[in-house]
Structures are given as C-alpha cells and as structure tokens.
C-alpha cells in the first residue's frame, strides 16, 4: 500500500509574513488529516520559520529548488546538506526550472544524486510539453527525463515522481484522470523494468496540473495515482485542506 501524498508548491509567491499567515491558517486543520504525507513547500526564505510552525505537527516541508554542490563558491545558490538541516523533501526538476532556467537532464540528475546522498527525499518532476503530446510523443519524452534524471541511481529509497504534463501547469486545463492514469501507469511500467516490480511498486507517482478541490476526487480515484502536486491551488488554506481531506476520504475506502 502506498500512502498518498499531498504536496503544495507555493512556487515564487508570498513575504514571510504571508506564509506565517498561510500556515497559522491551515495548520490545525491540516494536522487532523490523517492517511496522506501533507508536505508544503514555501520560498527559501520562508522555510526556517514555516518549519518552527509545524513542529510537533504532521505537516512536513519541503524546498522548491537546491544547487548540486555541497558548499562553496556559488553565490546565490542553496545546497543539499543546508535544506537537509532544514526540511525533508525537495522539488526537483520542476519543468518551470526547466524551461525559464535552463536545467537539463544532466542537472536534475545531478540534484536528484546530491539530494539523496544527504537524505532529502527528492520530488522528481517529468512531463511532456503540448506539442509532444499532440505529437503523441509523451511516452517517448517521460521515458527519456526519467532516463535521464535517474543515471547512475541504484536506489530509489526516498524519491517521490510527479508526472506534471507542461500543458496543464497554471493553465486551468488538467489533464484527465484517465490520461494521467495511464501516463503515471507507464512511467510505473518503466521504473519496473529499469529497477525491478517491487521497486516500482513502492514508489509513490503524484500527479501534477491544475489540480483542484474540483477535480481532485478524479484523480485519487485512478490506482496508479498517488496524490498530487498542487501549485495555485496550495496557496488558499481552505482549498488546500479540501484537497487533502479528499485524498484521505478516498483512499479511505
Ligand atoms: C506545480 O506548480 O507543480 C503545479 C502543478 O501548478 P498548478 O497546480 O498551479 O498547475
């Protein structure tokens, strides 16, 4: 049994005085909600306070980006082994870092490798743009970030993969439950053959995109689908805490 997960990528968005705000208005509520991984993801700049916020609590944190390097002369940048004394997870590969900063497969493999060396658990994001899926090339695109993203990985203990369809990102255009069934069945199938069944069996594939309190009952219904990652819709306390308290109904059952 996979235990479902809930992350919230707040992405460049609120001051430290705001997510104070964002969390002190969520936090009770979202602590009762048992039966799925709560994980929120503020700006760097918020994680120290946000993480002195939800101590003692079942909300856990993550960061949104890191650099490859441990320490040293990379102005600006935030290693792996300062997010591990800080937070638990971190988005990697987010395709927003992909495609405004150029990151490649060779860099996100890279931060996957560092991040899992010092123990951050490494939210992983493939997907395909438009016109590779009009192109029905998305089988094609995910095998190959994958691919990528884990060479020269031997254990996946610890990481987390978000199938996040470029498309449906921001735009208020998911895709369906079905697509994202099938896709995330897919990348499952490739884990399998990659590493063996159990591993991929074990491993926890969420769907990222335009994921709503609308649409979530949709998506937590698939059996490939493992939760989410949810951007926009992470940023209002009350629509954050539907879609967990959902994932935790349905799965329930
Ligand atoms: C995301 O930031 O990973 C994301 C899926 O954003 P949104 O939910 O706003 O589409």
Redesign the pocket.
Known sequence: MRLPMIAG?W?MNTTVGEAVELVNEMRKELDTVDGVDKVICPPFVSLAVVRELIKGSSIMLGAQNMYFEEKGAYTGEISPVMLADLCEFVIIG?SERRQYFNETGEIINKKVQAALKVGLKPIL?IGERLEENKAGRTKEVVTKQLSSALAKIDSLNGLIIAY?PVW???TGRAATGKQANDTIGLIRQTISQKYDKKIAQNLRILY????TAENTAEFMQQPEIDGA?????SLKANEFLSIVRQTSEIRAR
């Open positions: 990528n992405k987010h994001c996040e449906a990102i921001g990222g995109g335009s994921v990652l949810v951007g926009g819709a």
